[in-house]
């Protein structure tokens, strides 16, 4: 195991396309997060999943935005309807916790998908 | 409300400088770890440190250092005798179970 991946690496897009990213966490992790991070700026928290369930959700995610994790292992990230808003970095990382009151381990990024709305 | 402020929007220093980048947090929470990370123009993000909210202690890693301060909530960041290869945006971020990140820190090193 590499680390987590992410795919595509990069995605051009027309405005008002739908677009989909993939995120494969490291294996034995059972947290998923995503963040977006836009030019200029820091990371956001978007989403985060404990294994197969979605446990939060930033007000940054619009409607437009759908995340899942069907089996508790990789997860995507849909964006309908694209606007050119949506330019920028989605990030994915994964961590390992293994029980309330205790500290994650391993929380890893990956490198990005980095998506460009034309 | 937790917060992460990196106030230094960008610094140029010229090579063999020392640089300290500055980074104040805020958070109700009792335990919290406190990071920094670097992204080159590659777009990666590349962890330089971590430490927890029960751990004061300075680190120093080679041309690296790092300053806790919990009375002043502040985590500075000093790169001593500055390289080109540094030039880079540095983010600090507080995590609990999600990270808060700061705006960044574009650092240039003029060679």
């Known amino acids: 195991d590499t680390g987590v991946s992410q795919d595509p690496r990069h995605k051009i897009t027309k405005r008002g396309q739908n677009v989909t990213f993939r995120c494969d966490p490291i294996?034995?992790?059972?947290?998923l997060y995503w963040y977006r991070q836009t030019l200029g700026q820091g990371p956001e928290f978007l989403t985060y999943f404990q294994n197969e369930a979605q446990l939060e959700k930033s007000r940054l995610l619009s409607d437009r935005f759908s995340a899942e994790r069907p089996k508790g292992s990789f997860s995507t990230l849909e964006i309908q309807r694209t606007e050119q808003g949506d330019s920028a970095m989605y990030l994915c990382?994964?961590?390992?916790?293994?029980?309330?009151?205790?500290?994650?381990?391993?929380?890893?990024f990956g490198s990005g998908t980095r998506l460009t709305v034309v | 409300a937790q917060k992460v402020t990196q106030a230094q929007t960008e610094i140029s220093v010229v090579e063999k400088e020392d640089v300290t980048l500055d980074c104040v947090y805020e958070t109700r929470d009792t335990t919290y770890y406190l990071f920094w990370y670097k992204q080159p123009p590659s777009g990666e993000l590349v962890f330089l440190i971590r430490?927890?909210?029960?751990?004061?202690q300075n680190e120093i890693s080679g041309r690296y250092s790092w300053n806790f301060q919990k009375s002043t909530s502040s985590f500075n960041f000093t790169i001593t005798a500055s390289q080109v290869v540094d030039s880079a945006v540095y983010f600090c971020a507080l995590r609990t179970y999600k990270y808060i990140f700061g705006t960044g820190t574009r650092l240039k090193v003029l060679a």
């Open positions: 430490r927890n909210s029960f751990d004061e």
């Open positions: 990382a994964s961590s390992l916790m293994e029980g309330p009151g205790v500290s994650d381990y391993g929380y890893t």
């Open positions: 294996s034995e992790h059972n947290r």
